[in-house]
């Protein structure tokens, strides 16, 4: 069926160092993309979102690159903090009337170590 | 907090028993979601509800069951278990069952059967 994944299991950044987490994706009718950051014995926190019809959105400290002629998602964090160190998770959404099709499908995430 | 309760946050039970996992919604959200947190396998849809119907079925189990109360809140039913399904049980909530967009969810509940 269809999958997202990551590229890298883990990442480890210097502190003050931006971190780039990738994520690529092989639905190509996904239409809304999550990423999500999880703290060890938390659930998921939504972190930002984009959808399709972008390619760039700026939060927080926070980015997400969105390219869909090769289905690659991003997720930069600037200035890295020890408190951005968790698993972060790409989600997808596809498009359609399904029920089932709405539901957000994770990757296997990122375990991002931040080094002092 | 999120606003999404789950318990109980940790259960260790043996194999071939049944227990019950519950769900309390964020305030105002009608749509549930459970999924499975396994170390080898992500999170793992299994299904969702809104307000009071199951809406859709991802890779639930047969010995699995849910449902969702008028009062919204929802309970994941776990039956005759196996080792394997030990894992981290996350309830998550939405305002609607479709134009929602990022979920909510709760902590979790950390099953182990032994």
């Known amino acids: 069926g269809e999958s997202v994944g990551l590229h890298l299991p883990t990442l480890s950044v210097q502190e003050g160092d931006n971190s780039i987490i990738n994520c690529a994706y092989s639905n190509s009718a996904s239409d809304y993309f999550i990423w999500y950051k999880q703290e060890s014995g938390k659930g998921p926190q939504f972190i930002i979102d984009?959808?399709?019809?972008?390619d760039k959105r700026q939060g927080q400290r926070v980015t997400v690159l969105l390219n869909k002629t090769v289905k690659h998602l991003s997720l930069q964090i600037a200035a890295t903090q020890p408190g951005d160190s968790a698993v972060y998770f790409c989600?997808?959404?596809?498009?359609?009337?399904?029920?089932?099709?709405?539901?957000?499908?994770f990757g296997s995430g990122t375990q991002l170590t931040v080094l002092p | 907090d999120s606003g999404v309760t789950q318990t109980p946050k940790h259960l260790i039970t043996a194999t071939g028993q049944r227990v019950t996992l519950r769900c309390s919604p964020r305030s105002g959200d009608l749509s549930v979601y459970w999924y499975q947190q396994s170390l080898d396998q992500g999170l793992q849809f299994l299904i969702q509800y809104y307000n009071g119907e199951e809406r859709a079925k991802g890779n639930i189990l047969e010995r699995f069951s849910a449902q969702q109360f008028p009062d919204l809140h929802s309970e994941l039913n776990l039956s005759s278990l196996e080792l394997g399904d030990s894992a981290l049980y996350f309830c998550a909530s939405s305002p609607t069952w479709d134009r929602g967009n990022g979920y909510t969810f709760g902590s979790g509940t950390r099953l182990t059967v032994v």
């Open positions: 984009i959808r399709s019809n972008m």
């Open positions: 989600a997808e959404k596809a498009g359609g009337s399904s029920g089932s099709a709405r539901q957000l499908t």
